[in-house]
């Protein structure tokens, strides 16, 4: 077999200086109407809530049309949030295409988008009191689609460890116990997060991703536009505002708040959910 050669070739610095290519140009994806939104938001009257226990998670069902807002209370915290179509838990959000889409790190007027065949949005973001911080020197920013979700298998992979606090773990058994069913039959439904709240990047010496101390503080909160009926899990890390470490009882953990806001009979208009993908599925056949 011949040898393999990782001699630096001589147009090497020619060939890094090659100007990148934005693979899904987004100039052509729907626009939400804010406006509406923010409109019908005013006076939305609130319907529900459920308040996250630090290091566990909860379940909160929101309708098409509605509002849901997350906000840190108490103390700087963290979230992982995982959402499914509540008719229909096949669909489900995709974070890799939802990053794809809009970038490591989303915000205001971005969506969290669904997995195929639907992959139509899920929910709108609608304000965001982080949004300030843009991306830091560092590279990170807030709320990203590259983590995750803090594991028991890294964990114990990584550290030979048995936690069982970690946001996998609790969207688990948030999601066996809303459906009835053991945290066996719960568990491959959960998937890839929104990281609400953390801020995240990647090295640039390594490429490794980074967390780092999170800007949230009480009353800072994310809120969201129901597209379809939404089943929502929220995870309370257990690395709190995740500026040391995650996955262990060490950090100050705070509760989240999420809270329901139902928009007055006809303050959206003629709106409608947004069609499922319409790419026919015959793959060539």
Not at 29 to 34: F, G, N, R, S, Y
Not at 123 to 137: F, Q
Not at 215 to 230: K, M, N, Q, S
Request: glycine fraction near 8%; hydrophobic fraction near 35%.
């Amino acid at each position: 077999m011949a040898q393999s050669s990782h001699h630096v070739p001589a147009d090497a610095e020619a060939r890094r200086a090659v100007k990148p290519v934005i693979c899904y140009p987004n100039m052509t994806l729907p626009v939400p109407d804010l406006t509406l939104y923010r409109s019908a938001r005013q006076s939305a009257v609130k319907t529900g809530e459920v308040l996250v226990s630090p290091r566990d998670a909860a379940c909160f069902e929101t309708p098409a049309g509605h509002f849901f807002r997350i906000t840190s209370v108490e103390g700087p915290q963290v979230g992982d949030l995982n959402l499914w179509n509540r008719d229909d838990l096949k669909e489900r959000f995709y974070s890799g295409k939802t990053r794809a889409l809009h970038g490591t790190h989303i915000t205001t007027g971005e969506r969290m988008w669904s997995s195929f065949p639907a992959m139509r949005p899920m929910a709108t973001i609608v304000e965001d009191s982080l949004e300030w911080y843009g991306i830091d020197a560092f590279g990170g920013s807030v709320h990203d689609v590259i983590g995750t979700r803090c594991d028991p298998y890294t964990g114990n992979l990584l550290a030979g460890s048995q936690y069982h606090q970690c946001c996998h773990s609790n969207l688990t058994r948030a999601m066996a116990d809303h459906l009835g069913v053991s945290p066996a039959q719960a568990e491959p439904h959960v998937h890839d997060v929104l990281n609400v709240f953390m801020c995240t990047g990647f090295t640039r010496d390594t490429g490794q991703y980074f967390m780092k101390q999170s800007p949230v503080r009480p009353g800072d909160y994310l809120e969201f536009f129901a597209e379809i009926p939404l089943l929502g899990a929220l995870s309370a890390c257990p690395g709190g505002d995740c500026s040391a470490q995650h996955s262990s009882d060490a950090a100050a953990c705070y509760p989240l708040l999420v809270e329901i806001f139902a928009p007055e009979a006809g303050a959206l208009g003629d709106w409608q959910s947004p069609d499922l993908n319409g790419y026919n599925q015959s793959h060539g056949r």
